[in-house]
């Protein structure tokens, strides 16, 4: 590991006066310092922002909530505001990895976590993440493709986004709020949108500009209907989604009078499922339905060799969620 220099940011104006280049902000540094000892990033200047913003949750008009950047996923996730308001995010929460991990992640971290394509991580072969205009090793003859993308992937990159909150976050319509470092740059950014899909520029995770700094997320009030989120992984803890879904269904008399469907482990960025949403709105509450619904998403994926299984996966898991929901 390279050395580097560290501070600790008072709040969201000493982070942003401490950035420059080749800085990085450091939350509970679970994600960050893997990648700093693998060789993958290097900065020179490490801010901690663990006490530069809110490791609070707040309630907000209307019964939604005011999640702090700095809040402990463990911490989120044992929330009674969480748990009963919006128990398909204390799910996911619970989901995205072991207690210890829990203990030290932070909301904002989880969300601007990095891929863990094999080929983004092992600094000896080729990634345009990493190193833009290298070529993507991922597409080669005979690479490890069983966990990339099988939507919303370029030329440039196949990675999927590991975040399981940010799937769940994604359904609710969560809204991300940042600050620059003039007033005028705060920003309030809506979820699906703080990611996004590679193109010819797959460096960049998120939307956000240098230096901008994640200080809270917003929870919307609690939408009509039954929500959850199931992951599909190869252990039962400690792994990242194969394919996740996070669903909000309400039905009346019968049908579906409004649906919010999110897909994990299979993009760039956490996958909003607007055609199945439309396939599904007015329509009978029935496994045909929910069949046609995920048929009308996936009909635009584009699965790698070795990777084709997700396309079934999430076939299959997407009606299985909503007749649960519907039961």
């Known amino acids: 590991m390279r050395s580097f220099a560290y501070s600790r940011a008072a709040d969201p104006a000493d982070a942003l006066d401490a950035f420059r280049r080749d800085s990085a902000y450091l939350g509970g540094g679970t994600n960050l310092v893997d990648l700093m000892r693998l060789g993958v990033t290097a900065p020179d200047n490490l801010i901690d922002v663990t006490g530069a913003t809110s490791g609070q949750v707040d309630e907000r008009p209307g019964g939604g909530l005011l999640i ?3 809040v402990r996923n463990a911490d989120l996730a044992a929330d009674r505001r969480v748990r009963e308001r919006y128990p398909m995010l204390a799910r996911a929460v619970l989901d995205g990895a072991s207690g210890q991990v829990r203990n030290m992640a932070t909301v904002a971290g989880n969300l601007l976590q990095r891929t863990r394509c094999p080929y983004f991580q092992d600094v000896g072969v080729a990634c345009n993440k990493r190193s833009p205009g290298s070529g993507c090793q991922a597409l080669a003859p005979g690479a490890e493709t069983v966990n990339l993308a099988i939507l919303g992937q370029s ?9 399981d909150m940010a799937v769940a976050l994604t359904a609710l319509g969560a809204t991300i709020h940042t600050c620059g470092p003039a007033a005028s740059e705060d920003r309030r950014i809506p979820m699906p949108g703080l990611h996004r899909l590679p193109g010819a520029s ?4 998120t939307v956000l500009a240098p230096g901008e700094l994640v200080t809270a997320v917003e929870l919307p009030p609690p939408p009509p209907g039954r929500s959850t989120y199931r992951k599909v992984r190869e252990r039962a803890s400690f792994a990242f989604a194969l394919v996740s879904v996070a669903a909000i269904l309400e039905v009346a008399e019968g049908t579906v009078t409004s649906c919010r469907l999110a897909l994990g482990g299979v993009a760039h960025a956490p996958w909003r499922c607007h055609r199945a949403e439309q396939a599904l709105a007015g329509q009978p509450a029935t496994a045909g339905s929910y069949a046609r619904a995920a048929e009308a998403e996936l009909a635009a994926a584009r699965p790698l060799p070795g990777n084709e299984y997700k396309v079934t996966l999430a076939r299959n898991l997407m009606p299985a969620v909503l007749e649960e929901l519907s039961a």
């Open 202 to 205: 797959p460096e960049r995770d």
């Open 68 to 70: 702090g950047a700095a």
């Open 155 to 163: 030329e440039a990159c196949v990675a999927t986004h590991p975040s």
